[in-house]
């Protein structure tokens, strides 16, 4: 058996680092791709964020009858 274990652990420092810079690379990929699209399809995000908001506090009132 080889001593290499890799791992994770949780308690070291420099797993909690090199999580922070993935979570930042995820990050600044995810704001590129919000700049390039288009504003149609933001609107259309848009819409379809507002549509299932508005079926959700539908729900609630329905459950509170």
């Known amino acids: 058996m080889s001593a290499n274990n890799n ?3 949780l308690h070291t420092d420099a ?3 090199h999580i922070d810079k993935l979570y930042a690379q995820a990050e600044e990929q995810n704001l590129k791709k919000a700049i390039q699209r288009t504003d149609t399809e933001k ?3 848009f819409t379809s964020m507002l549509r299932v ?3 959700i506090n539908k729900i609630k009132v329905l459950q509170k009858k």
């Open 15 to 17: 797993y909690w680092l």
């Open 7 to 9: 791992t994770p652990n």
């Open 43 to 45: 609107f259309y995000a």
């Open 53 to 55: 908001a508005n079926t």
